[in-house]
């Protein structure tokens, strides 16, 4: 860990400013991700805006009938929250499949969808890795892939997003707000939130450097039976081999936003439309595109016995 | 004490304070954080420095140059020491990897340098500065590219050889009537333990102290001295407290070498931890195995031939993973042959881990026997109770000291509902497929010379000193148990004092040998000190009893504290064992049963129950014993289900180099567990009439849930760990 400089930002707009201003500022939230990386030097920021006490951790319904969830609000505090309890279930349940207890009181909302990847070749300084150090080459590629993307890859990263939360964003179509340097404010679809690999793997999301994430809003909710089911080596306490995170509605009907296949949370309407016809059909449709390694290939099947189960335990 | 010849009633047999279910004698030290463990040892009035390794960035070459400038100017930093300054260093007698020092790099994560600061923080920060030209050279990381090239290795003294043969086998398998021929394998698997390996050296003068972690002190003590280049007789070692060692601290480790180095260099007691990054490829792990096993019967049922080869790599110089050990000893058979081979890896040093050999041999030959069984259509317990043997089989002279696997199998059964079970593919709970499972167990017993000291104080208190360590396994109790026996104390008469090389040398904790040496080991002290204080009283010693606190000699009584009188009394010696090992084969024997449900839909295998059934001697106490074995059936899950270190066979590492990446089982994994030790003694083990069951409990565990998964599923997995992407394209659809 390299030595570093810390602020408590007195307010949203002035941590959002003194981060924009030094480029080698970093927020931090709950530190569960930051501080681990900064331990093996995968990240080296010289100086941390501390955003715990801008009073970013309120869970309020908003005027459309949906619900503001506040960047700093706890991963613990979010999953128990009564309305999200009641009305977005699918969040609910892809938190508590998330991490552990311990981790869950710390995690915060914006740093839960802003976790780094868990490539192990990314997590050894070293292995090349363009997302670690841009232009360095891509290790996983022809190594050890069992837990990699097979959608939406490049020649250049093949690694996934490990968040199970941002699963349940993504079929709920989250935004999300934040505030610039500059002090303007913009909302964010989570939809283009996060970004593919593509040339540039380091670049995760199109958040500005010193942009500062202040809530996640939920539109007003859409009902339907709210499933996350995410599959993995051991019974917790693991990331997602493969996660579905789907909201099915009486008719068959629905939407499923699927993890650990891709370097985001991977939603195609279009396979949406074949919800209605099963599994296969709608599998087929999300995973079309699909590059697997050798080691990843069974996420194909995965994805499509995974996605069946959970439709049936929707109908059911 | 020679012990050559089978136990006769002693004064253990009373199970007075032996054999009774006391809890940890050290449980509150650990439960309140007061145990020091290695890195915890602090004297506040000593200016410790923090040392971080470096390991190599390479699997193999060498190194041209190591640039510390920056690292040497970086805050804090007081020195840095490298592989280059000090040279070549003489290798220890357990060490196959060299843990540090000269231009060679013989795999990844190889200790190649320390840098010392006054934080710890301050030491990592500037490890990161520190530069290093290599010149990389090819390696061979692949066991299945390598195996063509594996060779016979020499039969190393004491050790059993490669190959044996007895009959014709190939005759023999070609005329049976059923047959199987299948090859499996397992993969590398690392220790995990939750205490890295640590160390605090402080010099002192030429004389050096040295507070780590370590399960075997003067093997340790031994290699660090050689390793150094210093008298043995100058160094102190002491480890009173280790969290987990599960063989993956038996031998010498860098971080003593390299907290000797830097406290040289720094001038000042040095402390360094081995982060968990490094430890999967900086110390040592199970290796990786090919097995191939062929069984041959009769339609009897009864086995006629049986064969089993297994290829594993290690660095040059490095030693088998001997996986055919049990099949030399489990079944009957007439005509029998094994073989091991090994091949050269340049990964990290393959070496003991928890069961070596067995676990990984029963991982293999227990999935065979199921598959025979079912091949002959008959219950896998019938196929073994049928084949069981009460002979060595390679040497029917030789009968076994005690065994009773059949009693194992035939209680498990009943106890677990094995009549339950259905054909494959049978039983269904909602959307889990379930199955039932059954592997036999066995671990030899193996016997280490295991010396104590035990003084009587003017308080009546006995006071125990040995190098024996507990490893978490529960030795300061037993040892404890066994002074009260000897002496007719409740056990809060007994301090016990362990891991401290002024004490006698013991057998170590290892191998499973750990309890019954050590505490034969005590016994035989134990018996001195009986003699001293009957001799001091002028008893006979033959009629003395040793009871409440009281020694007895016909209507003579006298209460042990004055007996002790002021300057107290000690008895010390060594167990030594005979033949009796020779003549008689010494085994542990034991049987899982193990249910569990696979996901219709994911293939996800989860345990639902497990059962082990024990039969290992006496049990010193079924507290501390239960707990070796639900650990090891915890860590036979693991094996089974999702431990695997993952080799990138291009530049040659475990890739999966933390807690994060290598599954080891959590509670959600690990739901009912059961353990039931058959009621018995061996007489022929030692004076304490007991063996060990640390290690018995992992074994056969992984095999009983990879045929569970097959009863569940009807589909056969060889291929260790067995991850859903393994079942996943043989259960039944469900779109
Ligand atoms: C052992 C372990 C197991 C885990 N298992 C899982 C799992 O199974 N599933 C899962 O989904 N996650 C898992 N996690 C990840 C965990 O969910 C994340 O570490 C956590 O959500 C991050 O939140 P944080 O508040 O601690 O973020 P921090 O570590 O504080 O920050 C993470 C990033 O977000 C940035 N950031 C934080 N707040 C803001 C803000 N308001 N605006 C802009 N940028 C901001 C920081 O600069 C940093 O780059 C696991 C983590 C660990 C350590
Ligand atoms: S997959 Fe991405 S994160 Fe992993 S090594 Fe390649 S570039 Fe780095």
Redesign the interface.
């Known amino acids: 860990?390299?030595?570093f400089t810390y602020e408590r930002a007195p307010s949203v707009e002035a941590a959002a400013k003194a981060a924009a201003s030094n480029p080698e500022a970093k927020f931090i939230a709950g530190g569960t991700n930051l501080l681990d990386l900064m331990?093996?030097?995968i990240e080296t920021p010289t100086h941390l805006i501390d955003v715990n006490g801008l009073g970013l951790d309120q869970i309020e319904p908003t005027q459309e009938g949906g619900l503001r969830i506040g960047a700093l609000v706890r991963n613990t505090d979010l999953a128990g929250h009564g309305i999200v309890r009641r009305d977005y279930g699918l969040l609910s349940r892809a938190l508590l499949a998330g991490a552990s207890g311990q981790l869950r009181n710390k995690a915060s909302t914006a740093g839960n969808l802003l976790q780094r990847t868990?490539c192990?070749?990314f997590?050894?300084?070293?292995?090349p890795c363009n997302k670690r150090q841009p232009g360095s080459g891509c290790?996983a590629i022809?190594?050890?892939t069992?837990q990699h993307a097979v959608i939406g890859t490049s020649e250049a990263c093949i690694a996934t997003n490990p968040s199970d939360m941002a699963i349940a964003m993504r079929a709920l179509d989250a935004v999300v707000e934040t505030v610039k340097g500059d002090g303007s404010h913009r909302a964010i679809p989570i939809a283009d939130f996060h970004r593919l690999p593509g040339d540039t793997p380091h670049i995760e999301t199109v958040l500005e450097h010193g942009e500062i994430i202040t809530a996640v809003v939920l539109p007003p909710p859409i009902g339907g039976r709210q499933l996350y089911r995410k599959?993995?080596?051991?019974?917790?306490?693991?990331?997602a081999?493969v996660s579905i995170g789907a909201v099915i509605q009486p008719d068959g009907t629905g939407r499923i936003a699927v993890g650990g296949v891709a370097h985001k949370p991977w939603r195609v309407e279009a396979a949406e439309a074949e919800l209605p016809k099963?599994?296969?059909a709608a599998a087929g449709i999300l995973l079309s595109d699909a590059r697997p390694t050798d080691h990843n290939r069974?996420k194909l099947?995965?994805v499509?016995?995974?996605l069946?189960?959970v439709i049936?335990e929707a109908r059911g | 004490m020679q012990f050559d010849t089978p136990a006769a009633t002693n004064p253990i047999d009373q199970l007075k304070v032996v054999g009774r279910p006391i809890h940890r004698i050290d449980g509150q030290l650990k439960t309140t954080g007061r145990a020091m463990y290695a890195y915890e040892w602090h004297d506040p009035n000593t200016p410790y420095a923090y040392g971080y390794p470096v390991g190599a960035?390479i699997a193999k070459g060498r190194i041209k140059s190591i640039d510390v400038s920056a690292a040497k100017k970086a805050?804090g930093v007081l020195a840095v020491v490298t592989t280059l300054d000090v040279g070549e260093l003489k290798k220890g007698q357990f060490n196959t990897a060299k843990l540090f020092g000269g231009d060679r790099v013989q795999h990844y994560h190889q200790a190649i340098a320390v840098v010392v600061a006054q934080t710890f923080?301050q030491a990592?920060?500037a490890a990161?500065l520190v530069r290093v030209d290599y010149v990389v050279e090819k390696g061979a990381f692949d066991l299945e590219k390598a195996k063509d090239s594996a060779i016979e290795p020499a039969a190393k003294p004491g050790e059993a050889p490669p190959d044996t043969a007895v009959g014709d086998f190939d005759a023999a398998f070609a005329s049976a009537p059923v047959t199987l021929d299948e090859t499996y394998t397992t993969p590398d698997q690392s220790h995990c333990m939750m205490e890295p390996h640590a160390s605090i050296a402080a010099w002192n003068g030429d004389k050096l102290t040295v507070w780590t972690s370590s399960q075997m002190i003067d093997w340790w003590r031994s290699d660090l001295a050689t390793t150094l280049g210093i008298d043995k007789e100058k160094l102190h070692l002491m480890s009173p407290f280790i969290g987990g060692g599960f063989g993956g601290k038996l031998f010498l480790r860098a971080d003593a070498v390299l907290a000797a180095f830097g406290a040289k260099a720094a001038g000042r007691p040095v402390k360094v931890a081995l982060p968990r990054?490094l430890m999967a490829n900086n110390t040592t792990h199970r290796p990786a195995t090919i097995q191939r096993i062929r069984i041959g019967a009769g339609r009897d049922g009864r086995i006629a031939a049986i064969a089993h080869e297994s290829w594993s790599g290690d660095l040059p110089g490095g030693g088998l993973e001997t996986a055919v050990n049990q099949t030399r000893l489990l079944y009957a058979g007439a005509h029998r042959m094994t073989a091991m081979r090994l091949a050269t890896l340049d990964l990290a040093e393959g070496n003991a881990m928890r069961a070596p050999g067995e676990a990984p041999g029963l991982m293999a030959l227990e999935i065979a026997i199921d598959e025979i069984a079912e091949k002959l259509d008959m219950d896998p317990v019938q196929f073994r109770i049928l084949n069981d043997t009460q002979v060595d089989p390679e040497n029917p002279k030789r009968p076994f000291s005690h065994r009773n696997l059949i009693g194992c199998l035939e209680v498990g059964a009943e106890r677990f509902g094995w009549s339950q079970r259905g054909r494959p593919g049978a039983r269904r709970d909602g959307?889990w497929l379930i199955g039932l499972g059954v592997a036999a167990a066995f671990r030899n017993n193996l016997l280490i010379p295991s010396g104590a000291r035990v003084r009587l104080d003017r308080e009546g208190i006995v006071t125990v000193e040995t190098d024996m360590t507990d490893i978490g396994t529960g030795s300061y109790t037993i040892i404890a148990q066994t002074a009260a026996e000897m002496l007719g104390l409740p056990i809060e008469k007994v301090a016990v004092h362990l891991g401290d090389s002024h004490f006698p040398v013991s057998a170590g904790s290892g191998g499973q040998f750990g309890g019954n040496c050590s505490t034969a080991g005590v016994y035989a002290a134990c018996v001195k000190l009986r003699e001293a204080i009957a001799q001091k009283l002028g008893f006979n010693s033959d009629d003395v009893v040793f009871e409440n606190g009281e020694v007895r000699s016909g209507n003579r009584s006298v209460r042990l504290a004055e007996a002790a009188g002021s300057d107290g009394l000690v008895g010390e010696d060594t167990i030594q064992w005979g033949d009796l090992s020779e003549t008689h084969q010494q085994s542990t024997f034991g049987a899982h049963f193990v249910e569990v449900g696979v996901?219709?839909?994911?293939?996800?295998s989860?345990i639902r129950r497990m059962l082990a059934v024990c039969a290992a001697g006496r049990i010193l106490n079924p507290i501390t014993a239960r707990s070796q074995v639900i650990g090891a059936m915890t860590m036979g899950v693991g094996g089974a289900?999702?431990e695997e270190l993952?080799?990138?066979t291009?530049?040659g590492f475990f890739?999966?180099?933390?807690l994060?990446?290598y599954?080891v089982?959590?509670?959600?994994?690990i739901p009912h567990q059961e353990v039931i030790f058959m009621d018995e003694t061996d007489p022929m083990s030692s004076p304490m009439k007991a063996k060990g069951v640390g290690e018995l409990g992992l074994c056969g565990v992984s095999a009983a849930i990879a045929n569970a998964i097959y009863n569940a599923t009807g589909i056969r997995v060889r291929h260790y760990?067995i991850?859903?992407?393994k079942l996943?394209?043989g259960?039944p659809d469900?779109?």
């Open positions: 860990m390299r030595a331990k093996l030097e868990r192990p070749y997590y050894d300084t070293n292995q290790s022809g190594g050890f069992r599959v993995r080596d051991r019974a917790s306490y693991a990331f081999l099963g599994a296969r069974f099947d995965l499509e016995r995974t069946g189960a049936a | 960035a805050p923080e990592r920060a990161a990054p959307n996901d219709v839909a994911t293939g996800e989860r289900l999702s993952a080799v990138d291009r530049s890739v999966n180099h933390d994060a990446g599954e089982p959590v509670h959600a994994d760990p991850t859903l992407d996943i394209g259960l469900v779109a």
